[in-house]
């Protein structure tokens, strides 16, 4: 299995790659709380690098990730404030990403770390 694989790595050099990953696995096995503590730690382990596009781009994963965990897990106010930190996060003004809120007529929630326009985000609501 893909996290007893991980299990044993521990070394610093990795652990903004290891954890990032480890939230990846968690959240697709529904596993909430898991997922948004290895994202968060995966987040801290990319903000203690340097500066960079894919530092940056890495952050905003695991924030998206965290606030995705959070929503699933049924804790709404705390992502709809990670998110919210998101969008004030100086460091990620250059990466683009969306969230969009529950359409409950829909049922839909999706937060997006990829590109999209306002137009795509509108056929989501």
């Known amino acids: 299995e893909a996290l007893d694989a991980l299990a044993p790595i521990d070394d ?18 529904g596993e909430w709380d898991d997922g948004l503590a290895a994202y968060r730690a995966g987040r801290a382990a990319w903000e203690r690098r340097p500066a960079s596009p894919v530092r940056d781009a890495e952050v905003l994963r695991a924030a998206t990730g965290a606030a995705y965990c959070l929503r699933k897990a049924g804790r709404y106010a705390e992502a709809e404030a990670a998110a919210e930190a998101v969008d004030a996060d100086p460091r990620l003004e250059g990466a683009t990403y969306s969230i969009l809120e529950e359409d409950e007529d829909r049922g839909l929630w999706r937060i997006d770390a990829f590109p999209t326009s306002d137009g795509e985000a509108d056929a989501f609501r």
């Open 12 to 29: 610093p050099r990795v652990a903004a790659e290891v954890n990032t990953l480890r939230g990846t696995i968690h959240e697709t096995r």
